[in-house]
């Protein structure tokens, strides 16, 4: 997937830009534009030393500033809402790229891989480092389909601040809320940036709405457009009063005039800018006290004499706190208003000194560093990219990692830009770089120095932890905080090509799993199968097609299935007892539970034990007991599903001294499989959040086909000239969704999926599953 640094040339064929992907998300709308001349593109991300021309700068020339002058921010959004074209735009006027790249033509930067390259999305995040006037910028683009969350998830795990793009037609989408909610979870102060409005249907006003009544926010409007649509020439800058143009027979976006606005030249556009700019303050003083006082103060009178400094230094400290979110807009394809983004995420998103980190206190300098995504490179081997909370890190050093208990040495350091690397010679506090030689760390481990490093912080956080008579302390309030894998709901099996084939085959599923977390793969105990599980069709796909590229085996999937869960609606009690003999050794357990049903959605179950079993008994072999309970609950008696919301109680526990750990969880799992057989059973379906954009000429049978496929429409609301259908579906009725609303719709329509809850089955469904399985049906 990686090369080393060189100029990288594609040849590719022209893409369209809205790829059809057969799963929770299809954008299908037809491409009318004429296909392009299939021609080498070549493109030069960034230029060795002694290649530099055009003023394109060398990686090399990074500069390496104090750590107030450091952003580590990523780009989020819905899918198709122009993240990547954005981040492609802000590396031209950075002057990392010497042309300006496409999606459709599938030369951008930060989509290097041939599946992206191919659908037109993004599937992995990307790293890339720049600068710009003066600060160094660590941006992540990411991926906005609902497939690869987890990619966001990790991401904004380790940023500082984000850039949320929004298509100015459309104002929050599904994805929005999902990746919107994700940054509200770490904290994350974040920019809204209206993008899209030349597209037809842009609507600046229905935009700022949308994300005050879905994300219940405050936006700062910090510009305005001037014109909307096809008409759209630049912004006005409301804090200084100015408007910028851009340059009609400009092609790349870099001839611009700002110019301030005046009375005679622009009267209706200063009286607008006035009126916002007064709205703007107003706002702000309401939401911070020292911008209140300066403002009742000095310039109560005449808000025109608020000098830009101090209300953009108001601005900054709201954004900071997170009470509201600045507004900008621009077209990122069109190459207009990009290079006021970058001044905003330099003025108002924070420095990683700004974010307030609590577990740094007991570091006292020293390394404090969190892994959050691994890559392998056919050459160098793992890759993992780290962020440095604190200390500095250079190569040939050994790191211990604390999840793992492990000391491991790191070989070199590299400056990410998408799938090109710079050695550096060092790595300080605030940065994101790419570790080579680390072989057993993975997403979510939390490094530093030393073994006795982490001690030394664990003895200060006990110390601290005991002054305040916490409950966290030690090595538990040392450890970094990683990131939630959701759990798959789609499985499969896959076949390698022969079975000389399958330690390569496990050898690329190991790998791809380091990479991917949301990759679950299990074995089958019935039919010796491998099976994949995966957060959608679409993620299953790009491991199989993974697979095929980049480890060159062409494996067989079975059929996608639904992954169903299993639960028990009333409670029974079994008893089982194993007694064998191995050689001279004799292993005896009885056990005697009760299983009921719980109180959580959780398919961990819970435990309990009755006073009647013996604590001295269990303070040996409590780990066996619990070991097969677990495993007995991964099972269930219907389909062989997770089996989830039940409490597992053990009133009677007999162990003969010798009896192995492997024979009492054996007993234990065998006697919960009886109990969970006694009890009555119900088979759990995944229910869908569904979102469908649909014109409104073709909502009635829209309406029509999800009442087939057992949906339950929860609102309709308008949007511009579309109807956007909100409602809940069993994720078992809507594989294949995107062929069926292409053809209802003409191909106008788009939709997307995610997973909301787990619902039991009706009856006769149930039934008919059953069968089906059984092959009955």
């Not at 640094?5 to 037809?30: D, E, P």
């Not at 290079?339 to 420095?351: C, N």
């Not at 639904?562 to 001279?584: C, F, H, M, N, P």
């Not at 526990?653 to 054996?666: E, F, N, W």
Request: proline share 5%; charged share 25%.
């Amino acid at each position: 997937m990686f090369t080393s640094l060189r100029i990288f040339a594609v040849t590719h064929q022209k893409m369209s830009s809205l790829y059809i992907n057969n799963t929770c998300y299809c954008n299908i709308t037809a491409s009318l534009k004429p296909s392009k001349p299939r021609v080498p593109l070549g493109r030069n991300y960034s230029s060795l030393p002694g290649l530099i021309g055009n003023d394109i700068k060398s990686l090399r020339s990074i500069i390496n500033p104090p750590i107030a002058k450091i952003r580590n921010i990523g780009i989020m959004a819905h899918i198709d809402a122009g993240k990547t074209t954005t981040t492609e735009r802000i590396l031209y006027y950075s002057g990392y790229t010497r042309s300006l790249g496409d999606v459709d033509d599938g030369d951008t930067v930060t989509d290097f891989m041939a599946q992206e390259r191919e659908r037109g999305i993004t599937i992995q995040s990307a790293a890339v480092t720049f600068d710009w006037k003066g600060y160094r910028v660590n941006l992540i683009d990411t991926p906005g389909h609902v497939d690869f969350t987890l990619e966001v998830e990790r991401c904004l795990r380790v940023l500082d601040g984000a850039v949320a793009v929004f298509d100015a037609s459309a104002g929050v989408e599904a994805q929005t809320l999902t990746v919107w909610r994700q940054a509200d979870k770490h904290k994350i102060p974040r920019i809204c940036f209206l993008n899209k409005m030349d597209k037809a249907g842009a609507s600046f006003k229905y935009a700022v709405e949308s994300i005050k009544e879905k994300l219940k926010a405050k936006p700062l409007l910090l510009q305005l457009p001037i014109g909307e649509a096809k008409t759209f020439k630049g912004v006005i800058d409301i804090i200084n009063k100015e408007k910028l143009v851009w340059n009609s027979n400009s092609d790349d976006g870099k001839d611009f005039e700002r110019k301030p606005l005046l009375e005679k030249n622009d009267p209706e556009l200063l009286k607008e800018t006035v009126e916002a700019r007064n709205s703007l303050i107003e706002q702000v003083a309401d939401l911070d006290d020292e911008f209140a006082d300066l403002v009742l103060g000095e310039f109560s009178e005449n808000f025109d004499l608020l000098p830009a400094e101090k209300l953009q230094a108001a601005i900054r400290r709201v954004t900071l706190t997170q009470t509201a979110v600045p507004v900008l807009c621009g077209s990122a394809l069109k190459n207009k208003a990009v290079q006021p983004l970058l001044d905003a995420v330099t003025m108002y998103l924070p420095s990683p000194e700004e974010r307030n980190y609590d577990f740094l206190q007991w570091y006292n300098g020293d390394l404090c560093a969190l892994a959050f995504k691994v890559l392998h490179d056919k050459q160098r081997g793992p890759l993992v990219f780290i962020r440095i909370y604190s200390g500095m890190l250079k190569p040939q050093s050994a790191i211990h990692n604390i999840n793992g208990n492990c000391t491991e040495r790191i070989s070199r350091l590299l400056l990410p830009f998408a799938d090109q690397h710079i050695e550096i010679p060092s790595l300080t506090a605030g940065n994101i770089a790419l570790t080579v030689g680390l072989k057993h760390t993975a997403t979510g481990d939390t490094l530093v120095y030393s073994k006795s490093s982490a001690l030394a912080a664990a003895q200060r956080a006990k110390r601290e932890g005991e002054k305040q008579q916490s409950q966290s302390s030690g090595v538990e309030s040392l450890l970094l905080a990683g990131v939630e894998v959701p759990e798959p709901v789609f499985f499969c099996t896959i076949e390698p090509p022969s079975v000389a084939t399958q330690p390569d085959l496990d050898h690329a599923l190991k790998c791809l799993q380091r990479e991917d977390p949301s990759l679950k793969v299990k074995l089958d105990p019935d039919s010796g199968q491998t099976v994949l599980c995966g957060m959608g069709e679409l993620h299953i796909e790009i491991i199989h097609d993974r697979i095929k590229r980049e480890y060159g085996l062409e494996t067989f999937l079975g059929p996608l299935q639904v992954a169903y869960r299993e639960t028990i609606l009333s409670s029974a009690q079994a008893a089982d007892t194993l007694d064998k003999t191995l050689g001279d050794k004799q292993h005896f357990v009885s056990v005697e539970l009760e299983a009921r049903p719980g109180g959580t959605l959780s398919v961990t179950p819970v435990i309990e034990y009755a006073e009647s079993v013996s604590r001295e008994l269990l303070k040996d072999s409590q780990a066996a007991v619990e070991n097969g309970i677990h495993n007995a609950c991964l099972q269930g008696p219907l389909l062989g599903s997770p089996i989830q919301d039940v409490t597992i109680t053990l009133h009677s526990l007999i162990i003969h001294p010798g009896t192995s750990a492997t024979m009492i969880s054996a007993c234990a799992s065998r006697c919960v499989q009886k109990a969970l057989k006694k009890a009555d059973k119900q088979v759990l379906e995944p229910l869908m959040n569904l979102e469908v954009t649909v014109p409104r000429d073709y909502l009635s049978p829209v309406l029509a086909d999800l009442a087939q496929r057992r949906g339950d429409i929860q609102e309709i609301q308008a949007r511009q000239d579309n109807s956007v259908v909100i409602g809940f579906v069993p994720l078992a009725e809507i594989m294949g969704y995107s062929t069926v609303l292409r053809t209802l719709t003409s191909g106008s329509a788009t939709f997307a999926l995610e997973l909301s809850t787990y619902q039991p089955m009706n009856p006769q469904d149930q039934k008919a599953l059953l069968n089906q399985r059984s092959g009955t049906a």
